[in-house]
């Protein structure tokens, strides 16, 4: 069955870098049409979409958080990663890693991690 | 603040029926398919619809979708108690950004 796991740090300091690690398992990212995306939502808050990687490799971010941002993949490992830059307490989080399994047509989001949340505080 | 504009909030009693709106633009919306997420407290979200009305399997025909022009509505009907929760409608963009709407918390009276 499909699952995904997120892993990283629970806690960093404003300025840092954030590097998440999605782990998943009963697919794979080099079958076409195969995507995964990060996206977070602040406590209390809605979800918010961070950015996206194909199976042909092509990447995609959130227009506003472009410059701080970058997806990654390992298909053999069956792993995505997510840096993020310049950590601001704003940033504090959950950080979902999700599934679409017909990116180029419908893009919606069929598996979902359990999420990470990362705190950014001093 | 969202692309996509929900209901903060919606209440309804067992049995009853419910509507959730979701209001977007000709460039979101108006362009492509709509999917709706439910999120149970301290839960990831789930798959509810897809492709503006089709369910994913084992998700109770109680829940349908409907898309007309800019605009997306999520309906439940037959309201059960552990329907509460928070619903997000999405879509995405000609940037292929997906785009969320701020959420409606649902709650069963």
Redesign the interface.
């Given at each position: 069955q499909v699952t995904l796991r997120e892993s990283g740090p629970a806690l960093v300091k404003p300025t840092q870098t954030l590097t998440l690690t999605c782990t998943f398992s009963g697919f794979s990212l080099s079958t076409s049409k195969m995507c995964v995306?990060w996206?977070r939502q602040p406590p209390g808050k809605?979800?918010?979409?961070l950015a996206?990687i194909d199976w042909d490799d092509d990447r995609?971010y959130?227009?506003s958080l472009k410059t701080r941002l970058t997806i990654s993949k390992d298909t053999s490992k069956n792993r995505v990663v997510l840096t993020m830059t310049n950590m601001d307490p704003v940033d504090t989080a959950t950080y979902?890693c999700a599934r679409t399994p017909t990116c180029g047509g419908?893009?919606?989001?069929?598996y979902?991690?359990?999420?990470t949340l990362v705190t950014v505080s001093s | 603040q969202?692309v996509l504009t929900q209901p903060p909030s919606a209440s309804g009693t067992p049995g009853q029926r419910v509507t959730i709106s979701c209001s977007g633009s000709s460039s979101n919306i108006g362009s492509?398919?709509v999917?709706w997420?439910q999120q149970l407290p301290g839960?990831?979200?789930?798959?509810l619809i897809?492709?503006n009305n089709q369910r994913?399997s084992g998700v109770p025909d109680r829940f349908s979708g409907s898309k007309s022009g800019t605009s997306a509505s999520l309906a439940i009907s037959g309201l059960q108690s552990e329907d509460e929760a928070d619903y997000?409608c999405?879509t995405?963009d000609d940037?292929?950004?997906?785009?969320?709407?701020?959420?409606t918390k649902l709650t069963v009276l």
């Open positions: 995306s996206i809605a979800l918010e979409w996206r995609f959130s227009t979902y419908l893009y919606y989001f069929d979902w991690g359990r999420g | 969202s492509y398919t999917n997420y839960t990831a979200p789930k798959l897809y492709n994913p997000y999405a995405w940037s292929l950004n997906a785009l969320f709407g701020g959420g």
